[in-house]
Every structure is written in structure tokens, then in C-alpha cells.
Antibody, heavy 113, light 112 residues
Framework: EVQLVESGGGLVQPGGSLRLSCAAS????????MNWVRQAPGKGLEWISY????????YYADSVKGRFTISRDNAKSSLYLQMDSLRAEDTAVYYC??????WGQGTLVTVSS | DIVMTQTPLSLSVTPGQPASISCKSS???????????LCWYLQKPGQPPQLLIH???SRFSGVSDRFSGSGSGTDFTLKISRVEAEDVGVYYC?????????FGQGTRVEIK
């Protein structure tokens, strides 16, 4: 069974940093591209980043480019999102997704003073 | 960026009746490989989105055959043949032909 479990969310002050992790199981992680998608409270879905199977190519939404960094460790079947210079508008549930098919349960990031 | 426009934004349906959601893209989603990259998701209350349909009309594993997708180019439709209580939630279309991936605004479906 495919499982994606996000962790690392929490409350952080504006300008702060947070690192999200996504632990994958039930499939050969290195065979699949991965994405991060977020959803602000009460809002729709926003794709924010993509990473290829071997760590490239990498793409970002304009809203996070230069502040967020996606990475993966295929040996650990894990996906990461380093989030720096966080803003109030980054408050959202962050989902990792295997391609377009499988999504995790999400982790909540709240940026507030 | 490709803009995805869904209509209607909300739908109230009597159980057992059909429902239909439209999704229009600002550019063709037909790839040079011959495939059309349009997905449909359902987000049930308090849950992450779950894939219903990929490549316009291919039902994902375990998805009820009450759900069907159709369309081509820039115009797409999700149909529910007979709405059930478990179909309540927000439906999103998404294009995955181009980066950035973009979603429709979502269509909230409720039961009358």
C-alpha cells in the first residue's frame, strides 16, 4: 500500500524557517517524481514544487521561488521541503504527492507572530 | 500559466440524481505524445484530495464507475451518474501538462 506521511509542520514566526519531511513507503520511491502542494485555510489547492526521480529537474511556483528548496533522499525514501523567509501567506496545509496519483495527509504550517 | 476555470462553483444534488462539473483550460492540454493531461480530484471534508480521474477519462484504481470524465483540448467534464452521500466534498480539476501545475477553483458538491 502506498503511504506518504508528512511531518515537520508547526507554528513559526514571520521570517523564520521550517523543514518539512515526507516519508514514503509501499513503492519504489526512486522511480517516481514528487510534488509539494499546499492549501491555505478554507482555500483551494496550490502546487508549489516538483522534483524529478534523481533530484532533477526541479521546479517551483513563483510564490515560493528563492525561499523554498525541495530535495529528496532516495536511499531513505524521503522527500523534503526547506522553507525559509516564511510569510503569513505561507500558512497552509502542505501535502506531498507522488506524481498526480497519491497524496499524504498533510502537515499544517502556521506563520504568525 | 494555464488558467483552469470550473463551473459551477457549487452544486446541490438530490441523492440518486446525476451531476456534472465543467472545467475549461486557457490552453490545450493535448501533449505531443498524444495524451491529454487533465485530472479530477475529490477532497472530502477533513481529508486530502484523492484522485478520481487522470488523462481526462481514466478512472483511478478503486474509483466507482459512477464517475466518468470526458472532453478534449480545452473543455472537460466530470459526471457523476447517481450522486450518493459519500460524494460530498470539493471537486478540483488540474492540468499536468505544464509547470506550474494549476488547479481549478473547486466545485463544492452537497446533498439536498
Amino acid at each position: 500500500e502506498v503511504q506518504l506521511v508528512e511531518s515537520g509542520g508547526g507554528l513559526v514566526q514571520p521570517g523564520g524557517s521550517l523543514r518539512l519531511s515526507c516519508a514514503a513507503s509501499g513503492f519504489t520511491f526512486s522511480d517516481f517524481t514528487m510534488n509539494w502542494v499546499r492549501q491555505a485555510p478554507g482555500k483551494g489547492l496550490e502546487w508549489i514544487s516538483y522534483i524529478g526521480t534523481s533530484g532533477s529537474p526541479i521546479y517551483y511556483a513563483d510564490s515560493v521561488k528563492g525561499r523554498f528548496t525541495i530535495s529528496r533522499d532516495n536511499a531513505k525514501s524521503s522527500l523534503y521541503l526547506q522553507m525559509d523567509s516564511l510569510r503569513a501567506e505561507d500558512t497552509a496545509v502542505y501535502y506531498c504527492a507522488r506524481g498526480t496519483f497519491y497524496w499524504g495527509q498533510g502537515t499544517l504550517v502556521t506563520v504568525s507572530s | 500559466d494555464i488558467v483552469m476555470t470550473q463551473t459551477p462553483l457549487s452544486l446541490s444534488v438530490t441523492p440518486g440524481q446525476p451531476a456534472s462539473i465543467s472545467c475549461k483550460s486557457s490552453q490545450s492540454l493535448l501533449h505531443s505524445d498524444g495524451r491529454t493531461y487533465l485530472c479530477w480530484y475529490l477532497q472530502k471534508p477533513g481529508q486530502p484530495p484523492q484522485l478520481l480521474i487522470h488523462e481526462v477519462s481514466s478512472r483511478f484504481s478503486g474509483v466507482s464507475d459512477r464517475f466518468s470524465g470526458s472532453g478534449s483540448g480545452t473543455d472537460f467534464t466530470l459526471k457523476i451518474s447517481r450522486v450518493e452521500a459519500e460524494d460530498v466534498g470539493v471537486y478540483y480539476c488540474m492540468q499536468n501538462i505544464q509547470i506550474p501545475r494549476t488547479f481549478g477553483q473547486g466545485t463544492r458538491v452537497e446533498i439536498k
